[in-house]
């Protein structure tokens, strides 16, 4: 029990609640997610996706439910406790990268730290230390609009792990990159998943991708149709491992 | 520990978009540079009526010896009064006619302040000139066509009266000047001349007029007990009679209508304009020439004094010792069926004064308040324009950790930037202005620091009301809703 980073039990999402035309998205999800595995949750456009993606990272309360991210029950916390789980527990990374403009980046991966409320030095070396592992160190000083997309991408990831998160949550990581850049993305979740440990949930409708992970989570219509432990997975692992011996 | 942050956010933020940052910021410095510039000019006006007003002396009592007034001799000396200003250069009756009767004051000195004020300055010593008519000028033209009420030596005061009542009110009082306007007349050097007017004046007039020597010593107590044929010249005549050469000890002719008059020279005082005679040119400028008031008593009729300015000391509270003083001079005229002498001050005028021109201020700062108001709205009106485009960023904040007061405060922080930038522009601009406009009217510009701090503190403020709304706009917004927004 207690490595199990991500629970959730009978997750129903529904919007216009009593109305005639009330919308059921999610119709009972139940998620595990244990301590360091790399998952991915792949599903078509309007399987639900994003709208599990935005429970999981906190953005959002399920109708009804139990969520425990890392020990926290979700559905119990006000709205600032909320803030204070995505900003400490879970890493985002954007499709979109969603940098925020006219800060360097070493800025905006200092910008999770200053919201939990560390020093100026500790954040600074923090900082600088995550740029370092995702290779972006040498334009920490770079504007977002001096940065290509990998580049982007990879400030993103760095601030997604700057606050020590229990999860990174991906969504779409690689799609507004072209395929090498993408690989190279794809290459630092593993990198970060080996080597720190941490366990990354994949949101992603390419299954090209999602057969890179441990586990592959199917959504269709609000429900999990299929969690498959990915054989592919580990035979890159081993082949890798052979390549590193 | 955000607050720097979010100053430095805003100041990079301000800076990316700076067309749009300075015309946000125009409202603001409109505003602000108004009221600065208004409430400096009137400042500068407030304080420069008040100081000449001072130093002709506003708070100086002025008593007259005046017929006993009756209501049909009042309108007559209005008219006749008014008159009389196109040639007489004492156009003395605002505050001195004023004490003629309580209904002629009110009329005379709302009709004719500028002759008030020119008044003072030649310190209606015309009465005194040549008996009836120089009284009559003066006091109540009503009695231009009665010459049979004259005032006589017999109702006038003595010295020893005037020295008793000093010493009675020694407490109240810090001196007593009396003085006489005598003839004008030019003085002449080989290459230019200059007009003057004879004032004979007595020691204390010094201290009453403020008049400021440069050089040399005012008139003596001896001068004017053993009737020296000394002077007290302007700067002014200095400079054209004497040009360089040291004019203490030297002798100056008087030339009159009629007579020559030589005095010695013993002092120079500085010249003050009256703020009223900007338009006469130093060339024909009339200085006043002071001489022992004993001197010019020697070619007048009455031998006694009409009317003296009394200077009360520091802290004195004038109304009350005018009303006092009154009170003493009518025992002291109870059995003159025909004169009384009347005690009377400038107070209420100055107070006017100041009224009218902080009703002004007043009316003004409210305009410049409307313009503040609407270059707040500015302000608004771009802060929700900045919260729309920035919807994204701020999804991406609160995705990131942000919690509501985080972004409130950015965006407070931001609003209160633009306004205290603006404001700061504002003040810069407005003590630009204000000591142009001042110096246009011929002002010194005073602009006080509370001023400054309270213009500062309320651009700040309009910062905070102004930035509120978009700024709790932004912070409600729905993370999904904004890291979805394009």
Redesign the interface.
């Given at each position: 029990m207690s490595n199990n980073i991500i629970e959730m039990k009978n997750i129903i999402k529904s919007f216009y609640i009593g109305t005639p035309n009330e919308l059921n998205i999610l119709k009972g999800i139940d998620i595990t997610v244990k301590e360091g595995e790399f998952v991915s949750i792949i599903g078509t456009s309007g399987s639900g996706k994003s709208t599990l993606m935005?429970i999981i990272?906190a953005?959002?309360r399920p109708t009804s439910g139990k969520y425990v991210l890392d020990g926290t029950n979700i559905d119990e916390i006000s709205?600032?406790g909320l803030?204070?789980v995505?900003?400490?527990q879970i890493g985002?990374v954007?499709q979109t990268y969603?940098?925020?403009?006219?800060?360097s980046a070493l800025k905006n991966v200092e910008?999770?730290m200053?919201?939990?409320?560390m020093n100026k030095k500790d954040r600074r070396q923090r900082a600088e230390e995550l740029l370092e592992l995702v290779g972006m160190k040498d334009r920490m000083s770079h504007q977002p609009n001096e940065l290509s997309g990998g580049q982007k991408q990879r400030v993103a990831i760095a601030?997604a792990l700057v606050?020590d998160p229990s999860i990174i949550l991906a969504d779409e990581p690689t799609g507004a990159l072209d395929s090498a850049t993408g690989r190279m993305v794809m290459d630092l979740f593993h990198k970060i998943h080996e080597e720190e440990g941490k366990t990354i949930v994949l949101i992603t409708h390419n299954n090209e991708l999602a057969d890179e992970t441990q586990r592959i989570i199917t959504l269709r219509d609000g429900n999990i149709i299929s969690v498959a432990d990915n054989e592919k997975y580990y035979r890159r692992f081993r082949e890798e491992e052979k390549i590193c011996l | 520990?955000?607050i720097k942050?979010n100053i430095l956010?805003a100041i990079?933020?301000l800076k990316?978009n700076k067309m749009r940052s300075l015309l946000t910021m125009l409202g603001i410095i409109i505003g602000i540079a108004s009221v600065i510039g208004v409430v400096s000019v009137g400042n500068a006006m407030t304080s420069s009526v008040n100081s000449q007003m001072a130093s002709m002396g506003a708070t100086n009592i002025t008593v007259n010896v005046q017929e006993k007034s009756a209501t049909s001799t009042t309108s007559k000396n209005n008219t006749s009064g008014n008159n009389s200003s196109g040639n007489s250069q004492g156009g003395n009756k605002g505050t001195q006619a004023g004490g003629s009767s309580q209904s002629g004051n009110k009329t005379q000195s709302g009709v004719s302040s500028q002759g008030g004020n020119k008044g003072t300055q030649s310190g209606g010593g015309i009465p005194g000139i040549g008996g009836p008519t120089g009284g009559g000028r003066d006091f109540g033209g009503g009695r231009q066509g009665k010459s049979s009420s004259t005032a006589k030596d017999i109702d006038l005061m003595t010295m020893n009266q005037i020295n008793t009542l000093q010493e009675n009110f020694s407490d109240e009082i810090s001196s007593i000047s009396i003085n006489e306007s005598d003839v004008s007349g030019k003085v002449k050097s080989e290459t230019s001349f200059a007009n003057i007017n004879t004032v004979g004046t007595n020691v204390g007039y010094q201290d009453v007029k403020n008049i400021e020597m440069q050089e040399g010593r005012y008139l003596a107590q001896n001068d004017v007990d053993e009737v020296k044929n000394v002077a007290v010249v302007s700067d002014k005549l200095v400079s054209k009679i004497f040009g360089n050469t040291d004019p203490i000890g030297q002798d100056i002719k008087v030339y009159t209508s009629n007579a020559i008059f030589t005095y010695t020279v013993v002092g120079v005082y500085t010249y003050k304009t009256s703020g009223n005679s900007r338009t006469t040119s130093d060339d024909n400028l009339t200085t006043d020439l002071y001489v022992p008031i004993t001197v010019s008593k020697k070619t007048a009729t009455n031998k006694n004094y009409q009317t003296f300015t009394i200077k009360p000391k520091d802290g004195v509270d004038v109304q009350a010792f005018t009303t006092e003083l009154s009170t003493y001079l009518s025992n002291l005229y109870a059995k003159n069926d025909k004169f009384e002498a009347a005690a009377s001050n400038m107070e209420s005028m100055l107070e006017s004064r100041t009224t009218m021109m902080n009703t002004v201020s007043l009316a003004i700062s409210g305009i410049a308040g409307i313009s503040l108001l609407v270059g707040g709205i500015g302000v608004m009106n771009i802060m929700l324009v900045s919260v729309t485009e920035r919807t994204?960023?701020i999804?991406?904040?609160?995705?990131?950790?942000?919690?509501?007061s985080?972004i409130k405060m950015q965006f407070i922080v931001e609003s209160i930037i633009i306004c205290t930038i603006g404001g700061i522009l504002g003040i810069l601009l407005g003590l630009g202005l204000g000591t142009m406009g001042a110096k246009a009217m011929g002002f010194v510009n005073t602009v006080s620091p509370l001023v400054i701090i309270i213009s500062f503190t309320f651009s700040m403020f309009i910062g905070v009301f102004f930035g509120y709304y978009p700024a709790k706009k932004a912070a409600e917004l729905d993370?999904?809703e904004a890291?979805r927004y394009e």
């Amino acid at each position: 029990m207690s490595n199990n980073i991500i629970e959730m039990k009978n997750i129903i999402k529904s919007f216009y609640i009593g109305t005639p035309n009330e919308l059921n998205i999610l119709k009972g999800i139940d998620i595990t997610v244990k301590e360091g595995e790399f998952v991915s949750i792949i599903g078509t456009s309007g399987s639900g996706k994003s709208t599990l993606m935005n429970i999981i990272g906190a953005l959002d309360r399920p109708t009804s439910g139990k969520y425990v991210l890392d020990g926290t029950n979700i559905d119990e916390i006000s709205d600032n406790g909320l803030s204070e789980v995505r900003n400490k527990q879970i890493g985002f990374v954007f499709q979109t990268y969603n940098l925020i403009p006219r800060s360097s980046a070493l800025k905006n991966v200092e910008l999770p730290m200053l919201y939990y409320g560390m020093n100026k030095k500790d954040r600074r070396q923090r900082a600088e230390e995550l740029l370092e592992l995702v290779g972006m160190k040498d334009r920490m000083s770079h504007q977002p609009n001096e940065l290509s997309g990998g580049q982007k991408q990879r400030v993103a990831i760095a601030r997604a792990l700057v606050n020590d998160p229990s999860i990174i949550l991906a969504d779409e990581p690689t799609g507004a990159l072209d395929s090498a850049t993408g690989r190279m993305v794809m290459d630092l979740f593993h990198k970060i998943h080996e080597e720190e440990g941490k366990t990354i949930v994949l949101i992603t409708h390419n299954n090209e991708l999602a057969d890179e992970t441990q586990r592959i989570i199917t959504l269709r219509d609000g429900n999990i149709i299929s969690v498959a432990d990915n054989e592919k997975y580990y035979r890159r692992f081993r082949e890798e491992e052979k390549i590193c011996l | 520990m955000f607050i720097k942050e979010n100053i430095l956010l805003a100041i990079a933020g301000l800076k990316s978009n700076k067309m749009r940052s300075l015309l946000t910021m125009l409202g603001i410095i409109i505003g602000i540079a108004s009221v600065i510039g208004v409430v400096s000019v009137g400042n500068a006006m407030t304080s420069s009526v008040n100081s000449q007003m001072a130093s002709m002396g506003a708070t100086n009592i002025t008593v007259n010896v005046q017929e006993k007034s009756a209501t049909s001799t009042t309108s007559k000396n209005n008219t006749s009064g008014n008159n009389s200003s196109g040639n007489s250069q004492g156009g003395n009756k605002g505050t001195q006619a004023g004490g003629s009767s309580q209904s002629g004051n009110k009329t005379q000195s709302g009709v004719s302040s500028q002759g008030g004020n020119k008044g003072t300055q030649s310190g209606g010593g015309i009465p005194g000139i040549g008996g009836p008519t120089g009284g009559g000028r003066d006091f109540g033209g009503g009695r231009q066509g009665k010459s049979s009420s004259t005032a006589k030596d017999i109702d006038l005061m003595t010295m020893n009266q005037i020295n008793t009542l000093q010493e009675n009110f020694s407490d109240e009082i810090s001196s007593i000047s009396i003085n006489e306007s005598d003839v004008s007349g030019k003085v002449k050097s080989e290459t230019s001349f200059a007009n003057i007017n004879t004032v004979g004046t007595n020691v204390g007039y010094q201290d009453v007029k403020n008049i400021e020597m440069q050089e040399g010593r005012y008139l003596a107590q001896n001068d004017v007990d053993e009737v020296k044929n000394v002077a007290v010249v302007s700067d002014k005549l200095v400079s054209k009679i004497f040009g360089n050469t040291d004019p203490i000890g030297q002798d100056i002719k008087v030339y009159t209508s009629n007579a020559i008059f030589t005095y010695t020279v013993v002092g120079v005082y500085t010249y003050k304009t009256s703020g009223n005679s900007r338009t006469t040119s130093d060339d024909n400028l009339t200085t006043d020439l002071y001489v022992p008031i004993t001197v010019s008593k020697k070619t007048a009729t009455n031998k006694n004094y009409q009317t003296f300015t009394i200077k009360p000391k520091d802290g004195v509270d004038v109304q009350a010792f005018t009303t006092e003083l009154s009170t003493y001079l009518s025992n002291l005229y109870a059995k003159n069926d025909k004169f009384e002498a009347a005690a009377s001050n400038m107070e209420s005028m100055l107070e006017s004064r100041t009224t009218m021109m902080n009703t002004v201020s007043l009316a003004i700062s409210g305009i410049a308040g409307i313009s503040l108001l609407v270059g707040g709205i500015g302000v608004m009106n771009i802060m929700l324009v900045s919260v729309t485009e920035r919807t994204r960023e701020i999804g991406t904040r609160k995705a990131l950790g942000a919690k509501s007061s985080h972004i409130k405060m950015q965006f407070i922080v931001e609003s209160i930037i633009i306004c205290t930038i603006g404001g700061i522009l504002g003040i810069l601009l407005g003590l630009g202005l204000g000591t142009m406009g001042a110096k246009a009217m011929g002002f010194v510009n005073t602009v006080s620091p509370l001023v400054i701090i309270i213009s500062f503190t309320f651009s700040m403020f309009i910062g905070v009301f102004f930035g509120y709304y978009p700024a709790k706009k932004a912070a409600e917004l729905d993370p999904i809703e904004a890291l979805r927004y394009e």
